[in-house]
């Protein structure tokens, strides 16, 4: 039986999505998949309905690496009430509990930043995209069933407190993959006895992308423009797909080598690192990306048929 041919553009790259507050990160993606009339795309790691900011897109090839965005490390800002506890420990969810936090100072909640800095552990809330049985705990939630949940490690790298006003502190995370800022928030509110939770989360990057973000406002104008003069306006917020890991190490191969690399082989390459995953180029070609083998050789992974 014949394959269906996938409808939609051949498009690859990344964009960068400024996701707004109040959908989900899928919405969002079938909305930018929409406006490139693309044939594929993934975005790179869920952000919750309320949070906004950094949510990398991967079109078409750019999907092979995606996974890499994924586990990459990520920065939040976070605005969070002390005093009230929520069922989702957000400003989502229903109200558990009232305490008083005026008594709460900057400098009492700085005494306890080391105790939420660098290898700290985690219980996934219930409303989250964690499996149990085969099931998402936000629908076990939902039906009012919780379960328990396996602590998880996590690094959080940097821990900066901005302000604190009326009942509402400002911070920032730097952190590993699988933090769930949400936990953070509670149970540091839980520490300085008042409780707490998140009412604005705004992610500022991933991995090596920490700049400009697009707004689907600008990609809807944009797509606009393009009805008259094609993809052009549209496909200018593309980033190549090998940025996506520009901090990798790279090495670069000569016609030879490169088609074998292409047919599955590993090659050995002059110079190439001992260890870990690479870029690899034929010249200035990115062809996709390897693992370097006990043997020193650098084994392809994730092939990229065609470069945006």
Same mark, same amino acid.
């Given at each position: 039986?014949?394959?269906?041919?996938?409808?939609?553009?051949?498009?690859?790259?990344?964009?960068?999505?400024?996701?707004?507050?109040?959908?989900?990160?899928?919405?969002? &993606?079938?909305?930018?998949?929409?406006?490139?009339? $693309?044939?594929?795309?993934?975005?790179?790691?869920?952000?919750?309905?309320?949070?906004?900011?950094?949510?990398?897109?991967?079109?078409?090839?750019?999907?092979?690496?995606?996974?890499?965005?994924?586990?990459?490390?990520?920065?939040?800002?976070?605005?969070?009430?002390?005093?009230?506890?929520?069922?989702?420990?957000?400003?989502?969810?229903?109200?558990?509990?009232?305490?008083?936090?005026?008594?709460?100072?900057?400098?009492?909640?700085?005494?306890?930043?080391?105790?939420?800095?660098?290898?700290?552990?985690?219980?996934?809330?219930?409303?989250?995209?964690?499996?149990?049985?085969?099931?998402?705990?936000?629908?076990?939630? =939902?039906?009012?069933?919780?379960?328990?949940?396996?602590?998880?490690?996590?690094?959080?790298?940097?821990?900066?407190?901005?302000?604190?006003?009326?009942?509402?502190?400002?911070?920032?995370?730097?952190?590993?993959?699988?933090?769930?800022?949400?936990?953070?928030?509670?149970?540091?509110?839980?520490? &300085?006895?008042?409780?707490?939770?998140?009412?604005?989360?705004?992610?500022?990057?991933?991995?090596?992308?920490?700049?400009?973000?697009?707004?689907?406002?600008?990609?809807?104008?944009? $797509?606009?423009?393009?009805?008259?003069?094609?993809? $052009?306006?549209?496909?200018?917020?593309?980033?190549?797909?090998?940025?996506?890991?520009?901090?990798?190490?790279?090495?670069?191969?000569?016609?030879?080598?490169?088609?074998?690399?292409?047919?599955?082989?590993?090659?050995?390459?002059?110079?190439?690192?001992?260890?870990?995953?690479?870029?690899?180029?034929?010249?200035?070609?990115?062809?996709?990306?390897?693992?370097?083998?006990?043997?020193?050789?650098?084994?392809? =992974?994730?092939?990229?048929?065609?470069?945006?």
């Amino acid at each position: 039986m014949a394959r269906r041919r996938r409808k939609g553009r051949a498009i690859n790259g990344v964009l960068l999505l400024d996701k707004p507050a109040g959908i989900t990160s899928n919405k969002a &993606l079938q909305e930018v998949k929409h406006l490139f009339r $693309a044939a594929k795309a993934g975005h790179t790691g869920s952000l919750d309905p309320l949070a906004t900011g950094m949510l990398p897109i991967c079109l078409g090839e750019a999907t092979k690496i995606s996974a890499f965005l994924l586990d990459a490390d990520k920065r939040y800002r976070v605005s969070c009430r002390l005093g009230i506890t929520t069922t989702t420990a957000d400003a989502d969810g229903e109200i558990l509990q009232t305490r008083d936090c005026s008594h709460i100072t900057l400098k009492q909640i700085e005494k306890r930043v080391p105790d939420f800095s660098g290898t700290i552990s985690q219980i996934p809330p219930m409303y989250s995209a964690v499996k149990h049985e085969g099931q998402r705990l936000y629908a076990l939630a =939902r039906e009012g069933i919780e379960v328990e949940r396996k602590p998880r490690t996590v690094q959080i790298y940097e821990l900066l407190l901005h302000s604190l006003k009326d009942g509402v502190l400002d911070l920032e995370v730097a952190c590993s993959k699988g933090t769930y800022i949400r936990t953070l928030v509670e149970d540091l509110g839980e520490a &300085l006895g008042c409780g707490a939770h998140v009412v604005q989360l705004h992610r500022l990057s991933v991995g090596p992308f920490d700049g400009d973000m697009v707004t689907i406002d600008e990609l809807r104008a944009a $797509a606009d423009a393009s009805e008259a003069e094609g993809f $052009a306006a549209l496909d200018a917020y593309l980033l190549p797909i090998d940025s996506a890991i520009s901090n990798w190490p790279d090495v670069h191969l000569e016609p030879d080598a490169a088609f074998y690399m292409m047919q599955g082989q590993p090659i050995l390459v002059p110079h190439a690192p001992t260890e870990g995953w690479v870029r690899i180029y034929d010249k200035s070609q990115f062809l996709g990306v390897g693992e370097i083998q006990d043997d020193g050789k650098v084994a392809p =992974r994730r092939m990229i048929q065609s470069s945006a």
